[in-house]
């Protein structure tokens, strides 16, 4: 056997395998290069300020903004600009399908496609972002107060600074320190977002914790039975309502409603079941004297409607 | 190991995180909400909720919405009982939704008359 080797290959492998070393650190400094480089050359496009131009007015407790998640992102436009005349806008938002919802320009909401986790048991939702001063303080007073924390304070630009937290019943809800200032206190038009409400299994315990973390003044309406409502306000204006979960719901959990201002609930339900939602309390006469419905979207995700007219409206009807 | 396979692996965990970087990701434990694995860095905030929809059982007298204002403050028999909180003032007349009308730009203007993202 001869074990004679080619003299040449045996010098250019050390020559090849130099060469490569000469050339690898460049390559993989090429790749950490191209790396750092692809999100600033994919930037994800950012959410729009809330308030424009900006402002300086702060409304500690004030629900200032909805984002839903779904599972179908166009079925969800269709869905909202069919019923409430909303306008998208879509963003490129680095792998998530994200879009803005306008009414006449003015931003009304978030919607992010989401698929539904493992499982099953998600449900569509609206998140419900309360507006707070100090997103960190409010964090520490949530917990303090029996929150657990879903998401850690973050800074989204142009928005601010939000997290997201399970009250001590479990209702989910947001807050939000808007980098461009609160929007200003003015009744809703038909088409935007004009009122919330909480319902929960123990109003009492859970309004001394918002009381805590919003510093909100309650107030206690009369009921029958054993139910709770109470009404949470500041700056004397009432922002959101609490209400116990009639028994008869024994598979609901605590959770947040926000309610679209519409001018007759009726003809509203009924067009939304033409888009194909699902009516879970039809249209009923409300404290405030207009009607109230609320509908589950083609999603599922709960969506309420509110009847109101402006004070207006009322001299000319009376 | 060598002080060559050292600088290689160095290099490739700089390679390695920094794909991972520019990838945007995170990765996080499910909390029981199905929340975490929902959230990416960007916008957005993913979040499925965990309640299935079960609505009904409002009472004639089940009300949600806000008090529209105008007359006396209804008052609860019960008030001035034990409280998770504490009660507004006896004193205090129950608060409505904000009623002014919207001036220009997107959310702002001043209060009671200003522009602004519904009328929470």
Redesign the interface.
Known sequence: MNLAVDSSLVARRPRAGSRWRAIAPGLVAAMAGAACLAPAIAAPERVPALVEPRGEEHHVGKVIFEELVTPDLAGAERFYAGLFGWSFQDLDAGGTRYATATLDGRLVGGLVQRDRPAGGHGQPAWLTFVAVRDVDAARATAVRNGAKVLLEPRDVPDRGREAVFADPQGAVFAVLASSSGDPADALAEPGEWIWSSLFTRDPDTDAGFYQALLDYEVFDLPSSGSDKHLMLASEDYARASANTLPATTAGAHPHWIDYVRVDDAARMVAKAQSLGARVLVGPRLDRHGGHVAIVADPQGAVCGMLEWTSDDDRKVAQ | MTARRIG?SA??I??GC??L??A?CVATAD?G???????????????????????????P????????GGGP?????D?GGG??????PAS?A??????????G????????????????
Do not use: E, K, T
Request: glycine share 32%; charged share 15%.
């Open positions: 290689w290099m490739a700089v390679a920094s794909l970087l520019s945007g909390d909400y199905g929340y975490a694995p929902n959230v990416s860095v960007g916008i957005g905030l993913g979040y499925y909720d965990q309640y299935g929809g079960d609505y009904g059982g409002w009472g007298d089940y009300g949600v919405g806000p008090w529209r403050r209804p008052r609860r028999g008030a409280h998770g909180f504490r009660p507004a205090r129950m608060p409505s939704i904000p009623s002014g009308a919207r001036a730009g997107r959310g702002g203007g001043g209060r009671g008359g200003g522009g602004g993202h519904g009328g929470h």
